[in-house]
């Protein structure tokens, strides 16, 4: 976006002209200054409308693509996003396939920008013809005046990041970076801006970071393409399976591995501490910086790529559940489980309910150990097993109210709580605890919560 300009004449010419802005928290113990190129500024919210909208001219000026034709590629994230906002200026449809991993959302998204989503099975080899690499590659020999991006291997991407993305960060930092560190999945946005820095100046380090599971560090430290390598592995955007055509060597120095666990929970604390509502990528890119920190000096000046936004993560890495399910959290108390397991409803009953009440409801909801309130407060308990014993010896138990068969209350413990410490209150004869937050909510957790989440930290 260029500032000076009063107003565009379309979207599109809102693409590029990001703006750098200082990393302060993350990064407090590093000896020198450390900028982040915000991407997400780009109107389809990624790096991505760079590429899309400069493979689209290119496929243009070399005839690939006629006026009222069709782009054709396999995506569900921010290439489809640029290229249907391309698509809208100029008259294109949009066919992208995608596959049944991938959240509804982003499918719909697309739909949303006029782009027609086809969605295709995961679990099979990208050989099949039901894959989506193989769907998408038919319908461009298919369909009249079609053109297939390629994104991989189109060389178009990794010019737009020559002719924008390296010159905007030259002239930003006034000549003055002297690490660029780019999470890197296509290649084109490392390649393109590694290469003009460094024609620029060839002593700028350029610092690849690529998941667990890809191939591409192995490849680039050696040369080998070893499927040994490749596993699933949960980061969106970064790391392949193959060797995409964009990348060159000689414009990078090094590639650096980082977890899923640690891009994730550096994408969160970018969030929190920098008010920079980032992707998962912009976390692996600072978490894998952090790993090389050793090699910088106070002199240097770094520059890291932000590539997307949160909002496409909400579901994902912003969503505490989704985070303690993978073992992303580190729980250590009451509190952080509590955190980590979102909003349960409590369910108690009162001491002046009727015990067949209670039954019910334990049923239903299927629980063990139900509170037992009066006025406010909690009074007692009632278990499966403490009630199965008393109807057992009289069934009119049923009819009773609840205050005059339940058992002590189960305990209240403080939310800093080590969950170590529960061992101590969960026992055969009571299988949970209560925790009052500090609004007065009070929350249950029972032995399965604390199991769960000890065997998963
Ligand atoms: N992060 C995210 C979120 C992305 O969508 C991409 C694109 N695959 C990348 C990083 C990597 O960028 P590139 O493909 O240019 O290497």
Not at 187 to 195: E, L, Q, V
Request: proline share 4%; hydrophobic share 35%.
């Amino acid at each position: 976006m260029d500032a000076s300009k009063k107003v565009y004449d379309n979207i599109l010419q809102t693409i590029g002209d990001t703006p750098l802005v200082k990393l302060n928290k993350t990064v407090a113990d590093l000896p020198c200054p450390v900028y982040a190129k915000v991407e997400f500024f780009n109107p389809g919210n990624s790096i991505k409308d760079r590429m899309a909208l400069k493979m689209l001219e290119v496929a243009e000026q070399e005839g690939k693509i006629k006026p009222g034709g069709t782009i054709i590629e396999g995506t569900s994230g921010n290439t489809g996003m640029g290229l249907a906002l391309a698509a809208i200026q100029k008259g294109y449809r949009c066919i992208f396939t995608t596959t049944d991993k991938q959240s509804k959302e982003k499918a719909d998204i697309l739909k949303a920008l006029g782009a027609e989503v086809i969605i295709c099975p995961t679990n099979v080899e990208p050989e099949d013809p039901q894959s989506y690499y193989s769907v998408s590659k038919r319908l461009a020999t298919e369909v009249p005046n079609s053109w297939y991006v390629n994104q991989y291997d189109n060389l178009a991407n990794r010019l737009a990041h020559y002719e924008q993305t390296g010159p905007e960060i030259w002239e930003q930092t006034e000549g003055k970076i002297t690490h660029l560190v780019v999470a890197t999945g296509t290649g084109g946005t490392i390649t393109g801006t590694g290469k003009y820095l460094k024609e620029k100046n060839p002593n700028i380090k350029v610092w690849a970071i690529d998941s667990y599971g890809s191939l591409l560090t192995k490849w680039f430290k050696t040369g080998e393409l070893d499927m040994n390598e490749v596993h699933p592995y949960i980061t969106e955007g970064i790391g392949e399976d193959f060797l995409p055509e964009n990348y060159a060597k000689d414009a990078i120095d090094h590639f650096e591995q980082v977890t899923d666990k640690d891009g994730a929970v550096m994408a969160r604390r970018i969030t929190k501490e920098e008010g920079i509502f980032v992707g998962y990528s912009a976390g692996s890119a600072v978490a894998g910086l952090r790993q090389l920190k050793d090699q910088l000096t106070k002199d240097d000046v770094v520059v890291v790529i932000f590539h997307d936004h949160g909002s496409r993560y909400v579901a994902k890495i912003y969503n505490d559940e989704w985070m303690l399910d993978r073992g992303f959290l580190d729980v250590n108390t009451v509190q952080d489980l509590i955190g980590g397991l979102g909003r349960r409803r409590l369910v108690t009953v009162e001491a002046g309910d009727k015990v067949s009440q209670a039954m019910e409801l334990m049923q239903k909801y299927d629980i063990e150990q139900i509170p037992v309130m009066k006025a406010g407060e909690i009074v007692g308990a009632l278990s499966q097993n403490g009630l199965f014993k008393k109807l057992m010896a009289d069934v009119q138990v049923k009819e009773q109210e609840i205050e005059t068969v339940m058992e002590a209350a189960i305990p209240l413990v403080a939310m800093n709580t080590p969950l170590e410490r529960l061992t101590s209150y969960i026992n055969k004869d009571n299988n949970s605890v209560l925790a009052k937050d500090e609004s007065g909510n009070v929350h249950i957790l029972t032995q399965y919560d604390v199991l769960n989440a000890l065997s998963k930290g």
